[in-house]
């Protein structure tokens, strides 16, 4: 059973295009990140959401809107996609509230994203 | 968050103990040293962490010096599959979303035949 689950693995779209990127986790988590992983193999983190409720917004472009339907899954939705924006977005979550938090990320196994 | 310093490449036999070094000398009192690791291709992986006492599980040792300025990651006997890249990253436990965790650029482990 995969714990954080990414759909899809592969994207290529043109500049311009709105393209989303879904996450789901079965671990019972109640915080959930995206995480950006560029060229370079820097990764940055970009949103945090807890409990459905955004808590870390990095410096984003706003063309980036995460959301969150329920604690189980946050999607990532991108508008008028750029060159720059290729890269592998990494998706993760965490237990933080109650007895049993470990604080430990889980994270899926990434959506290349290539834009031409 | 504490910054973190490691050396960007080790190699390490194959069957031999790997450590891995790293530098935390601006740490918190109450940040906690994690480590994760990144195969190819693959997302990062949780591999152990701890406050200042050493840690052990299935995966790995964490050795966290008493001044808790720098720990050492260890793999008693790396195999190939070890290959990847190493993160060592500080943040305060049970802090989830509200503290942004900074992956540095790691150290790239390469195991050897």
């Known amino acids: 059973d995969t714990a954080v689950s990414q759909t899809p693995k592969y994207l290529v779209t043109q500049m311009g295009n709105d393209k989303s990127i879904k996450c789901e986790q079965n671990?019972?988590?109640?915080?959930m990140y995206w995480y950006k992983q560029d060229s370079k193999k820097f990764l940055k983190i970009m949103f945090s959401?807890?409990?459905?409720?955004?808590?870390i917004n990095e410096t984003v472009p706003n063309r980036f809107s995460p959301k969150s339907p329920d604690k189980a899954h946050l999607n990532l939705h991108i508008n008028s996609l750029e060159l720059g924006d290729s890269a592998v977005y990494f998706c993760a979550s965490s237990l933080v509230g109650g007895s049993k938090y470990t604080d430990t990320q889980y994270f899926g196994p990434g959506t290349r994203l290539t834009v031409l | 968050d504490a910054k973190t310093t490691q050396p960007t490449s080790m190699d390490c036999a194959e069957g031999r103990a790997a450590n891995l070094p790293c530098n935390h000398s601006t740490i918190s009192g109450n940040e906690y040293v994690y480590w994760y690791r990144q195969i190819h291709s693959q997302g990062p992986q949780y591999i152990i962490h701890?406050?200042?006492n050493n840690e052990t599980n299935e995966m790995a040792s964490l050795i966290i010096t008493e001044d808790r300025k720098s720990s050492t990651l260890i793999l008693p006997h790396a195999t190939l599959r070890d290959t990847a890249v190493y993160y060592c990253?500080?943040?305060?436990?049970?802090?989830?979303?509200?503290?942004?965790?900074?992956f540095g650029i790691g150290t790239k482990l390469q195991v050897i035949p």
């Open positions: 959401y807890n409990n459905k409720e955004l808590i």
């Open positions: 990253i500080v943040r305060v436990e049970g802090s989830g979303g509200y503290q942004k965790v900074t």
């Open positions: 701890g406050l200042k």
């Open positions: 671990l019972g988590h109640d915080t």
